[in-house]
């Protein structure tokens, strides 16, 4: 690592030969498998970029100059050559993150790791660069993968109309996103990759470039009408001038000297330009490279050598959704699924093998994949649309004005619901039960337990006038969770002795092991408790209000914004109702929260069972005070 450890900023990179230059890239991808594999983290996508981001570095002056990544699962080459090269605690508490971070470096711009939205920052930057006379340079970094969502699209749309406005875009093209990319894009770019294509283009073309958004179809009506020349046409620069931008390359990506030089006439060059680099996802890595799933693009804890995990967990809950939709699809004709360029990550791999002509893959669209969802649902069949969680927040207006509006049968599956920890602030699920509350005849389930998943998934599918959403956790998930009793549709997983119990709690999803844990804690303090599984927190329960008339203290615990989630959906039921029963919700600030484990993250919010058994514990004694100080209250005259 002799170079490596000499590189303390960008500007050291200018005193080195190109054959140093090739020993660094060495040495950082060396690095990397030491680094990542004893943290986890996203392995591939930073191998295949470390030529790329050496060679940025040497013709763009960073922080003056701009530099942008989308999604920034790729940064970890920048990091180093940006002076952080600790990466001992990497996605862990007091460590690096594993995104751009604005707290760690001025070399970093955005933080938000939501993909297809770096076009419109460089934009904005662009012309703010304009407006104020600055000479300083724009570049962002995009992948062909983020290429698939509609708001790069929209962006390019507005780069293209300044033809004078200075700004760089890098594609890195690996033809994947997390998996292979796909679609009418994704298939042009592979054209531009080679030189005997036509032919087999031309085949297909049609089929294929009506598919890709905005430009397809003119594409389509310049071949056919041969206003070009065939030449013309195939040759890369086609698709991206037609946009009015400026096209250089294809380049190979991990050739220093054509990076240097490509990005030398993108930078002299006064408006726009397209710089398209093909990369290697996993490159240098043989483990890395000989998975075709996904190029090890995230990993947990591996060994360096054979790529292996360390160790294992157990049954996690993506898995369980996975198994039960095979089983679905098995049983029902009608059942197909969405994913946006996570097939594996959503646990959908299993369906795609048993029907491959029943799966969709809309690429980082989910907004166009919500509005799908409803077209398939009209046409009669039932989409499950599985998705991160956090990733649901981009199609609120789609779930609500295509799907929720027209009564479509649509499921949304959320995986990575709640505080999911390591990835940081924009990855945490922890909006969804606040933001779907406001929609109309929209139903939600929190599964508790493996069982549960299956059993409300099935309760999910079976509803063809409403949407419905399934959410569940990251990660492993527990040993089963018994009822021992119903009201309602709700499960009563723990009974008091007392007639009249003292608190209630309301558990939602994955934390009902927490709440029993709590009213351990209650009860070793003399206060006894119920604990109750809503199963469905939208819309509630008729019969919680009832149930919550019987206690002196209603308590809500759920892993998601306090801000308008299931606590606030409970008290105004319980207000409709006209239940007068003091309440306490206890969930996630609304505030955005550090990288962490998710153990770490709930112990500095307080959602623990001792933090909250402990408030509850307060919040009973002021009321037994309150009522003692009535009985000894001395006689008015």
Known sequence: MDLLTRIKGPRDLDRLSLGELDQLAEEIRTFLVDAVSKTGGHLGPNLGVVELTIALHRVFESPKDTVLWDTGHQAYVHKLLTGRQDFSRLKMKGGLSGYPSRAESDHDIIENSHASGVLGWADGMAKANEVLKKDDHVVAVIGDGALTGGMAWEALNNIAAAKDRPLVIVVNDNERSYAPTIGGLANHLATLRTTDGYERFL?????ILERTPVVGRPLYETLHGAKKGLKDFIAPQGMFEDLGLKYVGPIDGHDVEALESALQRAK?????????CLTEKGRG??????????????????????????STSGLDWTSVFGEEMVKLGQEREDIVAITAAMLQPVGLGKFQEAFPDRIYDVGIAEQHGAASAAGLATGGLHPVFAVYATFLNR??????????????????????????????????????MSILQCVPGLRIAAPRDADQVRAQLREAVAVDDAPTVVRFSKGAVGPAVKAVGKAGGMDILREPAAARPDVLIVSVGALAPMCLEIADLLDAQGISSTVVDPRWVKPVDEALAPLA?????????????????????????????????????????????DHASRGEVMADIGLTAPDIARQVTGLVAKLDGRFESRAVEPARD
């Open 395 to 432: 199609a609120f207006d789609q779930v609500l004005m295509d799907v929720a509006l027209h009564k479509c049968g649509v499921t949304f599956v959320l995986d990575r619901a709640g505080i999911t920890g390591t990835d940081g602030a924009s990855h945490n699920g922890m909006w969804d």
């Open 285 to 310: 890595y043989t483990p890395a490279l000989e998975d075709e799933a996904d190029r090890f693009h995230a990993v947990g804890k591996i060994h360096p050598d054979t790529g292996l995990p360390i």
């Open 549 to 593: 008339e019987r206690h002196r203290v209603v308590v809500t615990v759920e892993d998601n914004s306090r801000a308008g989630g299931v606590g606030s959906a409970v008290s105004q039921a319980l207000r409709d109702a006209g239940v007068d029963v003091p309440l306490r919700d206890f969930g996630i600030p609304p505030v955005f929260l």
């Open 268 to 276: 002299r060059f006064g408006g726009p330009v397209i710089v398209h």
């Open 203 to 207: 085949a297909r073309g049609k089929d």
